[in-house]
């Protein structure tokens, strides 16, 4: 297998991937019993060198349960019949993840509300209680 390149600065090398290939479910009639198109790619997460610890940390959150107790990561495709096209699919679905884990997230700036939203909240809030309290019983309605 040859190496992953995820963008012009980014290679997962070819030693971190293995894949396998097994008996797909799903459609495919008598061939699916035959022919092992299911693509499962494995991901050396832990041994990953080439790219920094907060990068590694953003992509072991973005894996979730594919990532296994050893910490390697699991892709699985059987989009198509062909092992070839399968193999193709997760090798992009891993770079795909990689590409949104480089991408540092931007902080959260706290914000207040403006005095507009404060009143318009006010506003809605006193409507309604005057609407529920038109909906009380008035004397002399028995």
Avoid at 34 to 57: H, N
Wanted: hydrophobic share 35%; glycine share 8%.
């Amino acid at each position: 297998m040859e190496a992953l390149h995820v963008d012009p600065r980014t290679v997962v090398p070819a030693e971190l991937l293995a894949w396998s290939a097994v008996r797909a479910s799903g459609a495919g009639g008598q061939n699916v019993n035959k022919v092992a198109s299911k693509v499962e790619l494995r991901f050396d997460l832990e041994g990953w060198t080439g790219v920094r610890p907060e990068v590694k940390v953003r992509l072991a959150g973005l894996v979730g349960r594919r990532r296994a107790a050893d910490g390697r990561v699991r892709i699985v495709s059987q989009a198509t019949r062909d092992q070839a096209k399968n193999l193709e699919d997760a090798r992009e679905k891993l770079a795909a993840l990689i590409r949104e884990a480089l991408v540092a997230p931007v902080p959260r700036r706290p914000t207040k509300p403006t005095r507009g939203s404060k009143r318009r909240r006010a506003d809605d809030k006193r409507r309604q209680a005057e609407k529920k309290q038109s909906r009380t019983r008035v004397s002399g309605d028995d």
